[in-house]
């Protein structure tokens, strides 16, 4: 049974930082891409952050470009995501999803599994 549960998310201030965590189980780990969404109320699903089974980072081509890291650790099944100078545009659901596709894709409907989501939301 394939589970993707997130963590990490919460309540922080304009310019503050904030680290999310994606534990998941029941596939090979280190055999998918995996990507970091996130959705505001009354907006659509958004790219964040993706990183291949290889290791190779893509991001949004706005606004997280250079505050948002993404990293993955296979030994550990987790993907993290390492959030600097959060604004309260950042305020969102967060995501993690898993790709099974050949090449990573900033897509949402290309992801095959996803988790439940984290709130981060971000005071001014």
């Known amino acids: 049974q394939v589970q993707l549960v997130e963590s990490g998310g919460g309540l922080v201030q304009a310019g503050g930082s904030l680290t999310l965590s994606c534990a998941a189980s029941?596939?090979?780990?280190?055999?998918?891409?995996m990507g970091w969404f996130r959705q505001a109320p009354g907006k659509e699903r958004e790219f964040v952050a993706g990183i291949s089974r290889n290791g190779d980072s893509i991001y949004s081509r706005d606004p997280v470009k250079g505050r948002f890291t993404i990293s993955r650790d296979n030994a550990k099944n987790t993907v993290y995501l390492q959030m600097n100078s959060l604004k309260p545009d950042d305020t969102a659901l967060y995501y993690c999803?898993?790709?099974?596709?050949?090449?990573?894709?900033?897509?949402?409907?290309?992801?095959?599994?996803w988790g439940q989501g984290t709130q981060v939301t971000v005071s001014s």
């Open positions: 029941g596939f090979t780990f280190s055999s998918l891409h």
């Open positions: 999803a898993a790709d099974r596709s050949v090449i990573i894709s900033r897509n949402p409907s290309a992801y095959d599994y």
